[in-house]
């Protein structure tokens, strides 16, 4: 029975218990040690104040701060909203991302730590002198454990904890998006209705107009001409008719696709408030249908551009990937120290498996190994300067980011202003159509104005109830854009893990 194990040991002049207080002395000194560079955030590269607005250092964090459900007031809206980010499966897919990079995280963080495992191994080979020789053993053993004294390890960490971090806000910027693009899409389906609404009361008043020309052709007091050009504008309101039909189709199936389902009973009911083919009575001057009319968004401030540091998600994740190029800065430069690994065990050996945990059979190993590279043909040193380039490239993926986010807020804050001034203008051109059309009407009945006059009037009183909707429409899309440009409804990391439990839930 062998009664000790080997014991492996490099050459040094110390004994071993000298060699473990010069071992954990080192770890001590040299634990704190990493070749990480030191983090410093590159300036903006933008301009302090937004191009044509006045300073509003006052209300910088409004935006940020308001929720969704304070933004948009409209019931439906909401429930819209809170449908698609239950089952919208690029949110579902965003959130999986972030579980995977804390799973990954874990592991960085375990490799700091030794691997602790229970071994039990037995051995019968033939001898000799034609018997058996026996060997079993059981034990704790350690392998391969690296002491960090470079900070190697550490740097890996460091990385993946960025890396987590940066698809945390990759979450977020997902999820503003998915708001956002849900209720745009909502304003675009209202707007359809208004437009189908508009269209379908159109056709019907300029098939009565056909009747009209073509009962007075019969009795001389029309040409064909006049025929041909009532013909003409009713054909042509049933081709814009066909091309809206098409598109509030598309519109509705790119909802669908937002919300993961078909769509809810409350929307279905409010789309269906005026079906498409209902008769309508000719338009009163300024009235249009209502869809997006009761429609209203908090004010937003627009804060400083520096807010968008701190507010926008985008560029939070820009940063953390910069941070993770930084942090695998470090384990590049460690690769050109020593590496120092440790294999260490503990347990009983024996030639007889009823004697393995007897008295005197009790024994360890202890084997350090350090590592030096002396010749690579460069490989380490391409590692640091590609590690060094990536971070360059980080820096100015960062820098675009704050760049693209600044065009974007500047872009929504020049639409507010001309696109409510355009909203005034049109209402007020559909006042004048409106009652130019009247008149002409009461006119051509009266025998002072041609058909031509009055065609033309209901063409552009038509184009002005078009012009309307879509002004309407980009007016309150822009607000949406401002919103989520500006970092609006941005939630911490709290919301975000509560979101990933209510998906883990859902999938059990």
């Not at 380490?380 to 100015?396: K, P, T």
Request: net charge neutral; aromatic share 6%; with cysteine.
């Amino acid at each position: 029975m062998n009664k000790t194990m080997s014991i492996k040991l490099m050459p040094m002049l110390l004994s071993t218990k000298a060699l473990t207080l010069a071992t954990l002395a080192c770890a001590v000194t040299l634990a704190g040690c990493s070749l990480m560079p030191t983090y410093e955030r590159p300036l903006a590269p933008v301009a302090a104040q937004w191009p044509g607005t006045a300073p509003t250092a006052g209300s910088t964090t409004a935006a940020a701060e308001l929720a969704w459900q304070d933004f948009f007031t409209d019931a439906t809206l909401k429930q819209l909203i809170d449908t698609a980010l239950l089952n919208n499966r690029d949110q579902r897919i965003a959130l999986l991302r972030v579980t995977q990079a804390r799973a990954q995280l874990g592991i960085r963080r375990a490799d700091q730590f030794p691997t602790l495992s229970a071994t039990a191994t037995g051995s019968r080979t033939p001898n000799n002198a034609g018997g058996i020789n026996s060997s079993y053993a059981a034990g704790l053993t350690v392998t391969a454990y690296e002491l960090d004294f470079f900070g190697r390890v550490a740097s890996l960490k460091e990385q993946a904890l960025a890396q987590y971090l940066a698809t945390a806000e990759a979450s977020q910027t997902a999820r503003i998006s998915l708001i956002a693009t849900v209720a745009q899409t909502w304003l675009s389906l209202l707007a359809d209705e208004e437009l189908l609404a508009v269209s379908t009361q159109t056709l019907a008043t300029r098939d009565d107009s056909l009747k009209l020309v073509a009962l007075r052709l019969q009795h001389g007091a029309a040409s064909e001409l006049d025929q041909n050009l009532a013909e003409s504008l009713l054909q042509g309101a049933r081709v814009t008719l066909a091309q809206q039909t098409q598109k509030r189709a598309l519109d509705e199936n790119a909802l669908v696709l937002l919300l993961g389902q078909d769509l809810p009973e409350a929307a279905r009911q409010r789309l269906q408030a005026r079906p498409v083919g209902t008769q309508q009575a000719p338009a009163q001057p300024g009235t249009m249908p209502g869809g997006l009319m009761p429609l209203q968004f908090a004010e937003l401030p627009a804060g400083l551009p520096s807010d968008l540091l701190t507010h926008r998600p985008d560029i939070r994740q820009a940063e953390q990937q910069l941070i993770a190029s930084n942090a695998n800065i470090g384990a590049a430069r460690a690769a050109f120290f020593p590496r120092i690994a440790l294999t260490a065990g503990a347990g009983s050996a024996s030639s007889e498996l009823s004697g393995l945990f007897k008295s005197g059979s009790w024994g360890w190993t202890f084997a350090p190994q350090l590592v030096l590279p002396i010749f690579d043909a460069g490989r380490n040193q391409a590692n640091l300067e590609a590690a060094q380039a990536g971070r360059d490239i980080a820096v100015a993926q960062y820098e675009q980011a704050i760049q693209n986010a600044f065009r974007e807020v500047a872009d929504a804050l020049a639409g507010r202003d001309t696109l409510a001034s355009q909203l005034q203008a049109s209402q007020a051109q559909l006042q004048a159509e409106a009652g130019r059309a009247r008149l002409t009407q009461l006119r051509y009945d009266n025998g002072a104005a041609s058909q031509l006059d009055w065609l033309d009037a209901q063409r552009s009183l038509f184009a002005a109830q078009q012009a309307l909707v879509q002004t309407r429409l980009a007016y309150l899309q822009n607000q949406i854009a401002l919103y989520k440009t500006l970092g609006g409804g941005a939630v911490t990391q709290a919301v975000t893990a509560h979101a990933e439990n209510q998906l883990n839930t859902q999938q059990r």
